[in-house]
């Protein structure tokens, strides 16, 4: 194995690799140290956080429009046939509560 490079490609070759070695230590440097690490756990979460915080506005935003359409006809209106039964149960709930709370204190 005879290597027909000159001397000085030798010493340039080396040089080069002195230069990538350097830029590939401190590549490492900066991964490994505290900030880089903790910063790099923040955008985690904050990534985590954003992406349950989206999934949990779409259910929401979901249930919403569910409920909204059992209770609005398409023309945007009321249901009257489904809202009065519901306000007449809340009412009743209501005074229950109150007839309740008033006997706990009488």
Do not use: W
Not at 7 to 35: C, F, M, N, S, W
Not at 40 to 63: C, E, I, L
């Amino acid at each position: 194995m005879s290597d027909s490079r000159t001397p000085a490609q030798i010493e340039a070759d080396i040089v080069r690799r002195r230069g990538q070695l350097a830029e590939t230590l401190d590549e490492i440097g900066v991964r490994v140290h505290p900030k880089t690490i903790v910063g790099d756990a923040k955008a985690r979460v904050t990534s985590r956080v954003d992406q349950t915080a989206g999934r949990a506005f779409v259910v929401v935003n979901r249930t919403v429009s569910g409920v909204r359409a059992q209770f609005v006809g398409a023309d945007g209106g009321p249901r009257l046939e489904r809202v009065v039964p519901v306000v007449l149960v809340a009412i009743g709930v209501v005074g229950l509560l109150a007839v309740s709370t008033k006997r706990r204190r009488g």
